[in-house]
């Protein structure tokens, strides 16, 4: 391994490895220079291509608005009914794909080197992948999913418990129920965490095996040799920008509408785009101060502070819902998981079209566009562990922590819907009226306390809001700086400002629509990108010696 490649963070392997000769450096075709007290290292052409795309974006959404919208209205359902296949496919490949890694003999080999060493204990590790797990997406889906699968979508063609009048089905309660908490585990368990786990893989292997770039066209080294340091590479790693961005973006936008919807619940702030903007602006601001406090004093600190509050709020949740019935919710959730995965699955031939196209479709563009992040991110953290160990406890541990949290904030809606529908106001916000920003604060409704958790619920969005665009621009800054991962602050301000114009601009021209197209569109061909990946792993890992 290169001098270069040592100081920007990559440590050498340890022990036998099988280091990749390259005569590239990290950096080598990277512009730098000095405007005043900012400095600049950034790729050539990864960060002026991406960067003049998304600038171009932005403006075009602005001056066009109505043209924007009529073609976010229209990108969405057209993408995902015509390669609804494709993602479901894709999902299954990735989850194959790391069983395998667990089972076969390349599932030995260590990352970071035959003779590496854990840089954390396995409490601290699986604090981090905890970590990984908690966003966004949890806070405004926790509640919405399980009562809309159970009353609405009907997955597998499982029947409403409701009747047209809104009356209850008594025979259908207890399979609606299992179904609506088994379909939403399907979101958030095995399929979205082999996504994850395939990039993180990847991005740990070259770079701490193979002494290449923290980035993601490094992977495609066993494929294409020596050209992926030129187009094919910038090609690549250009993808993983845009589907990183817009996955950011939808996230951002989804945490501005649920912000509104609890500011309106709890201080009356109308609900409409001005609020929802100046909340992303002004969340963006703070964001970029976290930015230029750095790693340790901004990321780490609201990170910790995230995990607490959130931990904080499940036990509320979990206690005040009845901890009996809440954890009996989160083993029939397993058992139906377990018993319908395949069909839930399945890519063709089905007749929920609403469940696999408006959800998984969607759930899966949204987790790949992800995957560089979030990827990135487990890669830090996963060196010393072997392939065996990483994929087994990358495919657990967060997924036991979001189906907790599926079980214990879905389960203590769908109660409270099964129990009194014609009062609560989970069911007037979800199934009724289909609020979705709305539907995590009409749980906290009916029970103790809605106020002040009401007010955490809001601060825990913001937070999450703040860490996703910060560790965003960080991971997409790593990208577009070629693989350097201490480039000059003023990138990161740069694609921490871009994240929330995009969220903005992809609001006003559509809303959640247009949030769910975007990510979409990128997701696609980055999912080409990701089963290609996976063939880079498997030779990758042949190469390298078991323990």
């Known amino acids: 391994m290169s001098d270069a490649t ?4 990559i440590p050498e392997p340890e022990g036998t490895a099988d280091v990749i000769e390259t005569d590239y450096e990290i950096g080598q075709d990277n512009i730098e220079t000095k405007i005043g007290p900012f400095g600049l290292d950034i790729h050539n052409p990864v960060f002026a291509i991406s960067g003049l795309t ?29 390669f609804d296949w494709f993602f479901l496919g894709s999902a299954n490949i990735f989850v194959l794909f790391c069983l395998a890694l667990i089972v076969l003999p390349v599932g030995n080999v260590r990352i970071g080197g035959a003779d590496a060493t854990p840089d954390y204990s396995y409490a601290g590790w699986f604090a981090m992948l905890f970590a990984a797990g908690m966003g966004i997406g949890l806070m405004f889906f926790g509640v ?21 009048d809104g009356s209850i089905i008594p025979e259908n309660v207890e399979a609606a129920r299992q179904m609506g908490l088994a379909a939403t585990i399907y ?6 965490w082999a996504i994850y786990a395939v990039v993180a893989l990847a991005l740990a292997l070259f770079s701490y095996n193979k002494g290449l770039p923290l980035t993601i066209r490094s992977a495609f080294y066993p494929i294409l040799g020596e050209r992926v340091w030129g187009w094919p590479g910038h090609i690549i790693d250009i993808l993983a920008v845009f589907a990183t961005l817009f996955g950011l973006a939808t996230s951002l936008g989804f945490g501005a509408q649920q912000a509104n919807a609890g500011l309106d619940h709890v201080f009356g702030v109308p609900v409409n785009t001005t609020v929802q903007v100046l909340l992303i602006t002004g969340i963006t601001a703070v964001a970029l101060i976290s930015v230029l406090r750095g790693l340790d004093g901004g990321v780490k600190l609201l990170s910790e502070i995230n995990m607490i509050i959130a931990a904080l709020l499940l036990l509320f949740v979990l206690f005040a819902a009845g901890a009996t019935n809440i954890l009996s919710d989160f083993a029939n959730g397993l058992i139906g998981y377990a018993k319908d995965i395949v069909p839930l699955s ?35 953290v996963s060196r010393g562990r072997t392939v065996r160990e990483f994929v087994v406890c990358v495919l657990l541990i ?12 879905g389960g203590a809606a769908i109660e409270q819907v099964l129990t009194d529908p014609a009062n609560s106001p989970v069911k007037a916000q979800v199934i009724d009226s289909y609020n979705p920003p709305m539907s995590l604060f009409a749980m906290l409704e009916g029970l103790p306390m809605a106020y002040i958790t009401s007010v955490i619920g809001i601060v825990l969005v913001i937070v999450f809001f703040v860490t996703s665009s910060d560790s965003g621009s960080l991971v997409i800054d790593t990208i577009t700086a070629g693989g350097k991962v201490d480039a000059p602050v003023p990138q990161r301000v740069f694609w921490c400002i871009f994240e929330g114009a995009v969220a903005i601009v992809l609001l006003l021209g559509g809303g959640l629509g247009a949030l769910q197209a975007m990510v979409i569109s990128t997701g696609l061909p980055f999912t080409v990108v990701l089963l290609l990946m996976c063939w880079a792993i498997w030779k990758g890992l042949a190469a390298e010696r078991r323990a």
């Open 398 to 409: 967060p997924s036991l922590v979001c189906i907790l949290w599926m079980a214990t904030f």
């Open 6 to 9: 040592n100081n920007q963070g």
């Open 54 to 82: 998304i600038i171009a974006f932005v403006f075009y959404a602005l001056a066009l608005p109505d043209q924007a919208g009529e073609f976010f209205g229209w990108l969405r359902p057209a993408l995902t009914t015509t």
């Open 144 to 164: 919405l999913e399980p009562v809309y699968h159970m009353a609405i979508s009907a997955p597998l063609g499982v029947p409403s418990p409701f009747a047209e």
């Open 346 to 380: 399945n890519p063709i031939g089905r007749e929920d079209t609403g469940y696999m196209q408006g959800w998984t479709s969607f759930y899966w563009a949204w987790w790949i566009s992800w995957s560089p992040f979030v990827g990135m991110f487990i890669a830090r």
């Open 187 to 192: 979101h958030w368990g095995l399929h979205p």
